[in-house]
C-alpha cells in the first residue's frame, strides 16, 4: 500500500535520510524506533510532502505517486498524520474544519449525523463535547491535543495512520484512552499504521508486525516485535 523507495532528504545544510527503503502493507501495523534526531519526525513530514526540505526518491500510495502531490490530497488519499507537536490553529474551531474537509473529500454527512458521531467520539475519549467548537488545538494542553487529533481520526476514517511519538507527555490514563481508541479503530477499519516511539510499553497495546531501526538515515535493522524488547534492553548503540 505504502512504499518509499530510495529516499533521501536534506535540509539546506544537512543530510537527514540516505537512501531509505520501507513498504507497509495494508493492515499492517510497522514501529519506526531510533535515537533522538535521526529523523522520524522528518520522514513523517516528507511523506505528506512538507515542501521544507529536498527530497530525492518516490513515494508510492495505493499504486500512486505520491511524491510531489500536494499535502491536501495526500490528506485525501487517505493519509492522516498525528504530529509530535500537533499545531495550533487559530481562527479555525475542530467542527467548521471536519466539515469543510468531509464535504470536500465525497464523505459529507448532515448536521444531525455530523453532531452524534462527533458527540459519541468526544465521549469515547472522555473530553467535552464542546472541544467540538474549540480553535483547533488551541490553548489544549499536550494529552488534549491529542486526543483532539483522535477526534478528526474518526470523524475523517483515514486508511492509513502515522502516529509521531503519540505517548509523549501522556500522563497515564490519558495514554491508555490514546491506545485504546487507536486499537478500537484498527479493529474497525483496519488500516495501514506506521508508529513512531522510544518506549517499547506502547507497543505492548499497538502490537507492530514490524519493528524498525532507524539509525545514520536508513533502516539500519528490522525485525517483529522482540526488536522492541532489545532495544529496551541494549539501547540503539549497538545496532
Ligand atoms: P527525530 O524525530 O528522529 O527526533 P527529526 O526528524 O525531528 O528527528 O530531526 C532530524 C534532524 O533534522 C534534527 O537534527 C533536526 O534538527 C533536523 N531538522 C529537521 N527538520 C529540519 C528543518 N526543517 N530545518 C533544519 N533542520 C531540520
Ligand atoms: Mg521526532
Same mark, same amino acid.
Given at each position: 500500500?505504502?512504499?518509499?523507495?530510495?529516499?533521501?532528504?536534506?535540509?539546506?545544510?544537512? %543530510?537527514?535520510?540516505?537512501?531509505?527503503?520501507?513498504?507497509? +502493507?495494508?493492515?499492517?501495523?510497522?514501529?519506526? $524506533?531510533?535515537?533522538?534526531?535521526?529523523?522520524?519526525?522528518?520522514?513523517?513530514?516528507?511523506?505528506?510532502?512538507?515542501?521544507? &526540505?529536498?527530497?530525492?526518491?518516490?513515494?508510492?500510495?495505493?499504486?500512486?505517486?505520491?511524491?510531489?502531490?500536494?499535502?491536501?490530497?495526500?490528506? %485525501?488519499?487517505?493519509? /492522516?498524520?498525528?504530529?509530535?507537536?500537533?499545531?495550533?490553529?487559530?481562527?479555525?474551531?475542530?467542527?467548521?474544519?471536519?466539515?469543510?474537509?468531509?464535504?470536500?473529500?465525497? %464523505?459529507?454527512?448532515?448536521?444531525?449525523?455530523?453532531?452524534?458521531?462527533?458527540?459519541?467520539?468526544? +465521549?469515547?475519549?472522555?473530553?467535552?463535547?464542546? /472541544?467540538?467548537?474549540?480553535?483547533? +488545538?488551541?490553548?489544549? !494542553?499536550?494529552?488534549?491535543?491529542?486526543?483532539?487529533?483522535?477526534?478528526?481520526?474518526?470523524?475523517?476514517?483515514?486508511?492509513?495512520?502515522?502516529?509521531?511519538?503519540?505517548?509523549?507527555?501522556?500522563?497515564?490514563?490519558?495514554?491508555?484512552?490514546?491506545?485504546? !481508541?487507536? $486499537?478500537? &479503530?484498527?479493529?474497525?477499519?483496519?488500516?495501514?499504521?506506521?508508529?513512531?516511539?522510544?518506549?517499547?510499553?506502547?507497543?505492548?497495546?499497538?502490537?507492530?508486525?514490524?519493528?524498525?531501526?532507524?539509525?545514520?538515515? $536508513?533502516? %539500519?535493522?528490522?525485525?517483529? &516485535?522482540?526488536?522492541?524488547? &532489545?532495544?529496551?534492553?541494549?539501547? /540503539?548503540? +549497538?545496532?
Amino acid at each position: 500500500m505504502l512504499e518509499i523507495k530510495n529516499l533521501s532528504i536534506q535540509t539546506e545544510d544537512k %543530510k537527514i535520510l540516505n537512501d531509505l527503503n520501507l513498504k507497509i +502493507n495494508d493492515g499492517e501495523i510497522h514501529a519506526i $524506533m531510533g535515537p533522538n534526531g535521526v529523523g522520524k519526525s522528518t520522514l513523517c513530514k516528507v511523506i505528506l510532502n512538507d515542501k521544507n &526540505y529536498l527530497k530525492k526518491g518516490t513515494i508510492i500510495f495505493n499504486n500512486k505517486n505520491i511524491t510531489n502531490e500536494e499535502t491536501s490530497n495526500i490528506a %485525501k488519499e487517505g493519509i /492522516f498524520l498525528i504530529n509530535q507537536n500537533p499545531i495550533e490553529l487559530e481562527g479555525i474551531t475542530n467542527a467548521e474544519m471536519l466539515r469543510t474537509v468531509l464535504n470536500a473529500s465525497g %464523505k459529507k454527512l448532515n448536521i444531525f449525523e455530523f453532531s452524534k458521531k462527533a458527540k459519541e467520539i468526544c +465521549n469515547e475519549l472522555n473530553i467535552p463535547e464542546n /472541544f467540538l467548537h474549540r480553535e483547533i +488545538n488551541l490553548g489544549m !494542553s499536550g494529552g488534549e491535543k491529542k486526543k483532539n487529533e483522535l477526534i478528526h481520526l474518526w470523524m475523517l476514517e483515514p486508511n492509513f495512520i502515522i502516529l509521531d511519538e503519540i505517548d509523549s507527555g501522556l500522563d497515564v490514563d490519558s495514554l491508555k484512552t490514546v491506545e485504546e !481508541s487507536i $486499537m478500537k &479503530y484498527y479493529e474497525k477499519y483496519k488500516p495501514s499504521i506506521l508508529i513512531i516511539t522510544h518506549h517499547k510499553q506502547i507497543l505492548e497495546n499497538i502490537k507492530p508486525d514490524f519493528v524498525h531501526i532507524l539509525k545514520d538515515g $536508513m533502516i %539500519k535493522k528490522s525485525g517483529d &516485535y522482540n526488536l522492541a524488547n &532489545y532495544v529496551e534492553e541494549n539501547g /540503539f548503540n +549497538n545496532i
